[in-house]
């Protein structure tokens, strides 16, 4: 059974950092490209980053980039997204999926999901 379960998840002041985990497990991880993708309150899920299989390539939306990094470690079949300098918009559930591309941004596309984690930045 493919699983992917994410954790991190905190209320953080603006301008404070959070690392959020995705474990994989029923699948072959490092095989997949991955991704994050939030949803904020009332909104429709965004697109954050995306990595390909081995780590060697990242790809960001313009809301996140420069603030946030994603890198993966295929042995500890973990996913994970650093966030800093996080900002009140930041707000929203956060997911991470597999993606079948780098390059493939519409969610719509990917297969498997996690269950989220929320992530809430407020004074």
């Known amino acids: 059974e493919v699983q992917l379960v994410e954790s991190g998840g905190a209320l953080v002041q603006p301008g404070g950092s959070l690392r959020l985990s995705c474990a994989a497990s029923?699948?072959?991880?490092?095989?997949?490209?991955m991704s994050w993708v939030r949803q904020a309150p009332g909104k429709g899920p965004e697109w954050v980053s995306n990595?390909?299989?081995?780590?060697?390539?990242?790809y960001y939306a313009e809301s996140v980039k420069g603030r946030f990094t994603i890198s993966r470690d295929n042995a500890k079949n973990t996913l994970y997204l650093q966030m800093n300098s996080l900002k009140p918009e930041d707000t929203a559930v956060y997911y991470c999926?597999?993606?079948?591309?780098?390059?493939?941004?519409?969610?719509?596309?990917?297969?498997?999901w996690g269950q989220g984690t929320q992530v809430t930045v407020s004074s």
């Open positions: 029923g699948f072959n991880f490092g095989s997949y490209d």
């Open positions: 999926a597999t993606a079948p591309d780098l390059y493939v941004v519409s969610y719509l596309l990917y297969d498997y």
């Open positions: 990595i390909d299989t081995d780590g060697g390539s990242t």
